[in-house]
Nanobody, 115 residues
Framework: QVQLVESGGGSVQAGGSLRLSCAAS????????MGWYRQAPGKQRELVAG???????SYADSVKGRFTISRDNAENTMYLQMNSVKPEDTADYYC?????????WGQGTQVTVSS
């Protein structure tokens, strides 16, 4: 059974950058559409970026132009490059398929952006 492990979060000042990683225990990125999700304190989890099997990419309007999703199928790893971060990007970030599967939610990685 595939497991997803997120890493790369941390504390960063507004305007800075972070690169999140999502490591899969098996081949999934070339099989399933995938996404990066985030959940801010007191808010619902939301999809911020998605990538299909064929490589089509989409972003939430709130991160468009600042975040970049990518994947390395050979390494079973997906990334989220976060540039020009804002305090409102503060959240726990998760990777999952799209649509998300409840069994695949991991621990997430926390991102805190200070102004």
């Amino acid at each position: 059974q595939v497991q997803l492990v997120e890493s790369g979060g941390g504390s960063v000042q507004a305007g800075g950058s972070l690169r999140l990683s999502c490591a899969a225990s098996g081949s999934i990125f070339n099989i399933m559409p995938m996404g990066w999700y985030r959940q801010a304190p007191g808010k619902q989890r939301e999809l911020v970026a998605g990538i299909t099997r064929s490589g089509q990419i989409s972003y939430a309007d709130s991160v468009k132009g600042r975040f970049t999703i990518s994947r390395d199928n050979a390494e079973n790893t997906m990334y989220l490059q976060m540039n020009s971060v804002k305090p409102e990007d503060t959240a726990d970030y998760y990777c999952n398929t799209y649509p998300a599967q409840s069994r695949l939610w991991g621990q997430g990685t926390q991102v805190t952006v200070s102004s």
